[in-house]
């Protein structure tokens, strides 16, 4: 296993609610540091630390409103699915107290996002539609940010999600030191092991939000011992 596995954990869960939500960068500092699986011997990333990776995540969000005229009928299918998924994928941040948040969350897709998701999905078409709305923004937001992302490139290349051959083809090279290990390992591989069961690699996914929303529920028990 990859040995910056605690640290890509960390900056899984930041680029997660960053893509997902409209948490500021405060809001998700303050879910990162009640995480128990963080705190506990640990090292936490600081605010500002937080911050920046919240604004690399999200630049490539702005730019106006797209819509279907926009981009090939070809790539429009797959736009549409992605964000489906992406909705859903925010179903699991809606707590009674944070509503406003996540219908935030869905007012527009911007046409640098469109044009990167359907970027990816010709290149990887058959990629978890679950978890291919997040990967292309983030393999886009490292680009911008001039980083490396021959890992990721790597990891499409040998594409583990598409059969037990693959997954073990992959894993085989990374051990080998082959190709370095992608830093999102915990969102982006696991999930896609053929050899789990699929109920099982989506709930890797979502576990962590049990914990956006106990915070949600104690701000909001909060608010109601105020009033």
Do not use: C
């Not at 997040?134 to 040998?158: G, H, K, N």
Request: glycine share 4%; proline share 6%; charged share 25%.
């Amino acid at each position: 296993m990859p040995a910056k596995r605690i640290d890509a954990d960390v900056q899984a869960k930041i680029a997660e609610m960053a893509l997902g939500t409209q948490y500021g960068p405060a809001q998700i500092y303050k879910v990162i540091s009640r995480d128990e699986k963080f705190v506990k011997g640990y090292v936490v990333p600081s605010e500002r630390t937080v911050q920046r990776l919240v604004k690399e995540f999200r630049s490539n969000q702005t730019g106006g409103e797209w819509n279907l005229t926009m981009s090939p009928s070809g790539d429009i299918s797959n736009i549409l699915n992605a964000r489906f998924q992406s909705i859903l994928l925010s179903l699991q941040f809606i707590t009674a107290s944070e509503e406003q948040i996540s219908k935030d969350t869905m007012k527009s897709i911007s046409p640098k996002t469109a044009e990167i998701v359907a970027k990816f999905y010709q290149a990887v078409p058959d990629y978890p539609s679950n978890l291919g709305w997040l990967l292309a923004q983030y393999y886009w937001s490292e680009v911008e940010a001039e980083r490396s992302v021959q890992a990721y490139t790597d990891y499409l290349a040998l594409a583990p999600w598409r059969s037990q051959e693959h997954w073990n083809n992959y894993m085989n090279v990374v051990e080998a030191k082959l190709v370095e290990p992608i830093e999102l390992w915990p969102l982006f591989v696991d999930p896609v092991n053929p050899s789990i069961p699929l109920p099982e690699r989506l709930k890797m996914v979502t576990d962590a939000y049990d914990v956006i929303k106990s915070i949600g529920d104690e701000q909001k028990a909060e608010r109601e011992s105020e009033k």
